[in-house]
């Protein structure tokens, strides 16, 4: 198998476990990880961007594994003591968590994007991929529901348990992508979309001015994000018929990328996508990290056969 | 015992150990506490008040006693996790600790002053007596020193371990007592000072504008923080030299608050002070919450005795 120069496009759990397989069998120099942040917020007055911790944590190997985000060994002393005085609980922060909140916050009020104070956290924590932003500026996604309005991602995700039905997803600005992102696509030969929530976590990467275009020239392979109709983890078997009005599938997943797929990878059992699409069922579930690296040489291997 | 209106004055441990104790034996409607402010900095971007917070700790039953700062049953992650980040770490904040500073940070941001949020954050602990700060807006206690220039107090006492000699100490502003202070005072029928440091910790309160004017027309007491020569806690000892060029003692402390003071509380065997001012000697040690409420019963019978 050759190294080909990878980029991988991440929300969350999932696309952390797959770029996390992906530098198992890559050279750290060959992968770069563009990461949502979409559902970035700010809480307690410091600036949480969630994905771009997950992927950071889970390369660094710090992330607790079941729970899907936070750090390992991690206390909630803070949380307690802020819900006493009156602060908002419902978006649980660790105390070591807090850290890179705490870090993050001061380095963007010293003025370094976020990009920056990205790339100098994941390497104190020893992560060796590049871990780019998605954007420096904020790039709210926003979510109209059937019964309370326009919510704010965390709002909706976690404060409501992601309950209101979802009409549509926005984003509350169009900012460029941060700087390394285009640059990064420029010298691609292959992208991936992990296996994340296409309308929250990968829409608002590929919406970034600039993005599409530069998808244009690379092929782009997916891992579907649904297995046997079911999502692993997270909202989108719901949202899937809420936004189309058609059941949750691998196929669903795979038509909204449409456009800009060259191939997609589902669980075996998914690969009636019902369009042509080039298919590679395999074992998807990423229940460890040999399955991960197993994942991520499938596709490789996967481009490699379409791209001959 | 009758109950007088008391105001008591206080820096951080000692200080707050005795509205502790007065707290004991006083009704907490009799009771205010003005706390020095000197020592605020900004640390990991958060706006940290170490005496308002030991005093609260205290009052609330939370503070770690062997330490003299911070929470009982407090972690530390955050703190490593920072210094992995580069962040200074010589300022000890612990888990729980980090609430505090948060939610106060948060709520001068929305616009609460420093008295406001005290206010609200210790009702939420718990502590009865009103504590209010010395004041709303920074007065930075400045240490020079001989060999290193002027100091911000906590780079001298924390970063520094109080090593570089101190030539004076100023403050870097000249802000008004906070609302609630100058009324205190106006209803006081006793004021008393905590045995703090007379240089860090009290002439920051004492010398808010309107304040000396306001000792005038009261009984004030103070207590000897330095017992045959030594203090309990801190640089005091070494800074009496320093400043004064005389050996600690209890009587150097007197002096430095004689003309305000009506009498003084020392240990029993430094009662020999060299001036002429009542003396209360007796046992000033507050080993545990009994000797602080003894000692608080003794001050307020004093003040009887000095008032017929």
New interface residues.
Partial sequence: MSTPRVVVFSGGVGGARFVRGLAAVLPASALTAVVNTGDDFEH???YVSPDVDTVMYTLAGLAHEARGWGLA???F??????E????AAWFSI???D???H??R??GL?AGETLSQVTD??RR??GAQVPIVPMADAPCPTLIETESDGVLGFQEWFVHRRSAPTVRAVRFGADPPPAPGVLEALAQAELVLFGPSNPYVSLDPIVTRPGVRAALDRVPVLAVSPILGGQAVKGPLARMIPELTGEPASASAVARHYAPLLDGFVVERGDEALGFDVPVLPTATLMSDRAAAAALARDVLRFAEELAR
């Fill in positions: 307690w007055g410091l060994d991690e206390s002393g803070a949380l307690a003591l802020l006493r005085y009156g602060e660790g105390d070591r807090l850290a890179t705490l870090a916050t001061r009020k100098r956290l104190a924590l």
